[in-house]
């Protein structure tokens, strides 16, 4: 697998005083799926903020591609480049009066030509499914679309990842699984994604990875089937087992079903036998 991003031994404290990420360590790959669970206070935002190059860690190393970062302007710029950042109301990063626009904001300051710019924006825009928005002004679309314009927007930086706080809050069933569905296809595309979502579900259903933060360490990391399974560890960690998974457990249905339509199948499995 290509690595994109490494923490070594990651710390850093807003206060001097306690730590708001403690000796992290961890490696995200090109086109992995990883949700971060927590609850609030247990760093998921800070390892982001640092992740991006908004915060400097004042302890251990971060790699991008292999490379240590320094920290000198050039490879910030790089980093937030390549590390895309999506925050969880869409509203404080839309600021320009059309979609189009808004899209194009970033591209524009590369200093790349109109052309790229072009480019890059179309490809942002029929990823998120947004072509026919493009004229509309974004602070008139709904919660869902201007969801995507936020996500859109850093696609046309051509970011190596993408993190994302709260992708699926206050989104309606549909919006929600037209996020899932433009997820899916840019991690097919190689992306690598990580969310950071308080919704076990919709984690669950998702990831292929979770990371459980605590008290700014990372308390657990490993596939989504063994990390629901360690009662100690979600009760430690103030985590409940997904409603598919205890769903699963109790009628005996395995492979344990991510979607609804696996559990109907897997029942029906399991009256055959």
Not at 42 to 61: H, V
Not at 107 to 114: A, D, Q, T
Not at 182 to 192: A, E, I, P, W, Y
Not at 238 to 244: A, D, E, H, M
Request: contains cysteine.
């Amino acid at each position: 697998m290509v690595e994109i991003l490494r923490f070594e031994q990651v710390g850093y404290s807003y206060d001097g005083e306690r730590e708001a990420l403690k000796q992290v360590d961890v490696t995200i790959h090109q086109g992995e799926k990883v949700a971060l669970l927590g609850n609030n206070g247990a760093g998921k935002s800070t390892f982001f903020l640092c992740a991006n190059g908004i915060l400097k860690p004042q302890k251990g190393k971060v790699y991008l591609e292999g490379k240590e970062i320094h920290w000198d302007k050039q490879e910030i710029t790089e980093l937030r480049q390549k590390i895309g950042l999506v925050f969880q109301e869409a509203d404080s990063q839309l600021i320009a009066g059309t979609v189009e626009s808004e899209v194009s904001f970033g591209p524009m300051n590369l200093k790349i030509s109109e052309d790229d710019v072009r480019e890059r924006v179309e490809d942002a825009l029929g990823n998120m499914g947004l072509k026919t928005l493009r004229k509309r002004a974004p602070h008139y679309l709904s919660g869902g679309e201007k969801k995507r314009v936020s996500i859109a927007d850093v696609l046309a930086m051509r970011p190596r990842m993408l993190l994302m706080d709260e992708p699926a809050s206050s989104l309606d069933p549909f919006n929600c699984g037209m996020l899932k569905e433009n997820l899916d296809k840019l991690s097919g595309q190689g992306m690598g994604l990580v969310i950071a979502t308080h919704d076990i579900d919709f984690a669950w259903e998702w990831a292929e990875r979770i990371l459980i933060f605590h008290d700014g360490v990372i308390e657990a990391d490993g596939q989504p089937e063994e990390i629901f399974a360690r009662k100690e560890l979600l009760e430690r960690c103030r985590l409940k087992k997904p409603l598919l998974f205890q769903v699963g457990q109790i009628y005996g249905v395995k492979p344990i079903p991510r979607t609804i339509e696996e559990l109907k199948s897997g029942m029906e499995k399991e009256r055959v036998d």
